[in-house]
Antibody, heavy 121, light 106 residues
């Protein structure tokens, strides 16, 4: 059974940093592109970033402006999101999700429950 | 980034009804369109991918259609467990989601 479990969320002051983790099980982690998606309170889903299975390619949504860095450790079946210069607009539930790519499609077929990040003084 | 616009933002329907949700892309995205269901307090769940393909294990009362800029998610024979927020996602370029449609049961 595919499982994705996020951790690392919490309360952080504006301007602070946080590192989120996502541990995967039930599939060959290194074979899959992985994504981070967040949902602010009362808002819709927002795609943040992906990293390919070999870690060679990454992509970010433009709105992050270089503050976040995605990485992975395939030996530990783990995905990470380093978040710097946090503002109250980063308050959200952060999900990791597995991506499946086809010849004519790309979709997120498994999601973790999320870890909550609250940015507040 | 490609803007995804969903409508309506919320809909209330009775058990057994048909519910239709639309998603409009800001540019042609071919069929690179997915639909997700998010029940209260739960993680999103993939329902439909490539505009019309049903994800394994999803009930056949869910269906998707459309291409290029206009897409539709239809829920036939609405069930109580369909209470959720439904979101579209384009993966033609940098991925982006629609704002979501909340489905309530009368």
């Amino acid at each position: 059974e595919v499982q994705l479990v996020e951790s690392g969320g919490g309360l952080v002051q504006p301007g602070g940093s946080l590192r989120l983790s996502c541990v995967a099980s039930g599939f060959t982690f290194s074979a899959y592109t992985m994504n981070w998606v967040r949902q602010a309170p009362g808002k819709g889903l927002e795609w943040l970033s992906f990293i390919t299975g070999d870690g060679e390619s990454v992509l970010y949504t433009h709105s992050l402006k270089g503050r976040f860095t995605i990485s992975r450790d395939n030996a530990k079946n783990s995905l990470f999101l380093q978040m710097n210069s946090l503002t109250d607009e980063d308050t959200a539930l952060y999900h990791c999700a597995r991506e499946v790519d086809g010849s004519d499609s790309s979709r997120l077929d498994h999601w973790g429950q999320g870890t909550l990040v609250t940015v507040s003084s | 980034d490609i803007q995804m616009t969903q409508s309506p933002s919320s809909v209330s329907a009775s058990v057994g009804d048909r519910v239709t949700i639309t998603c409009r892309a800001g540019q042609n995205i071919n069929k690179y369109l997915n639909w997700y269901q998010q029940r209260p307090g739960k993680a999103p769940k993939l329902l439909i991918y490539a505009a019309s393909r049903l994800q394994n294990g999803v009930p056949s009362r869910f269906s998707g259609s459309g291409s290029e800029t206009d897409f539709t998610l239809t829920i036939n024979n609405l069930q109580p467990e369909d209470l959720a927020t439904y979101s579209c996602q384009q993966t033609y370029s940098n991925p982006s989601f629609g704002g979501g449609t909340k489905v309530e049961i009368k």
